[in-house]
């Protein structure tokens, strides 16, 4: 585990596309490091998302079926 520039822990995952995930429940963002070094938020993501994304047999599918263009999201890094 590692803590990203902004204080948050993020969890590494094994995926094709994804690095990290992290999760900040006082603001319920969630934060999603890719492979190629790009970091972007999703805002107002319920914690039991977090919890699927980190749980899902393909990070990568749960989070293009669940999570893009679903949430609002900014690019951070």
């Known amino acids: 585990m590692k803590v ?3 204080g ?10 994804v690095a990290f995930v992290g999760y900040d429940n006082g603001t319920q963002t969630l934060y999603v490091g890719f492979l190629n070094g790009s970091t972007y938020i999703y805002k ?3 914690y039991g998302e977090y919890m699927g994304l980190l749980n899902a047999p393909s ?10 263009n679903i949430y609002a999201y ?3 890094e």
């Open 74 to 76: 900014e690019r951070i």
């Open 59 to 68: 990070v990568g599918s749960y989070l293009h079926r669940y999570i893009k």
């Open 44 to 46: 107002n993501v319920p």
């Open 8 to 17: 948050i822990e993020m969890q590494e995952v094994s995926s094709s596309n």
């Open 4 to 6: 990203n520039k902004f």
